[in-house]
């Protein structure tokens, strides 16, 4: 195999993992202990064009990450849904601040 070849291989390889940590991420509710996805921007290494036998791959890579987006899109709208029934809950429940006296006399 070429060094041409092998980039390629190595690029696949690092967007699966990228990819395995994004699904990690999503299956789970508490992410503590989970790799930091925060990390350096992705930077392409390969240059030039796809080798041809490396395409099926490639291909199920982008239905992976296609899957995450969709993921990631719902649980956004899931977030943003919750979080505004709190913002409804919390203005229609709690009182403004209301100045309380005690008669000290009676």
């Known amino acids: 195999m070429d060094d041409w070849h092998q980039t390629w291989v190595a690029e696949l390889d690092r967007?699966?993992?990228?990819?395995d940590?994004?699904?990690a991420l999503l299956?789970?509710?508490?992410?503590?202990g989970l790799p930091d996805p925060s990390g350096p921007p992705w930077q392409p290494?390969?240059?030039?064009v796809l080798p041809a036998d490396l395409l099926p791959r490639a291909r199920l890579?982008?239905?992976r990450q296609l899957a995450v987006a969709?993921?990631?899109a719902e649980r956004t709208l899931s977030t943003q849904r919750q979080s505004a029934l709190a913002r409804v809950i919390r203005e229609n429940t709690m009182r403004p601040d209301?100045?309380?006296y005690v008669d000290m006399i009676a």
């Open 70 to 72: 969709r993921l990631l």
């Open 21 to 23: 940590d994004a699904e």
């Open 15 to 19: 967007l699966e993992l990228s990819l």
């Open 98 to 100: 209301i100045p309380v």
């Open 45 to 48: 290494q390969a240059r030039g």
């Open 61 to 63: 890579i982008h239905e």
């Open 27 to 32: 299956r789970v509710n508490d992410p503590a």
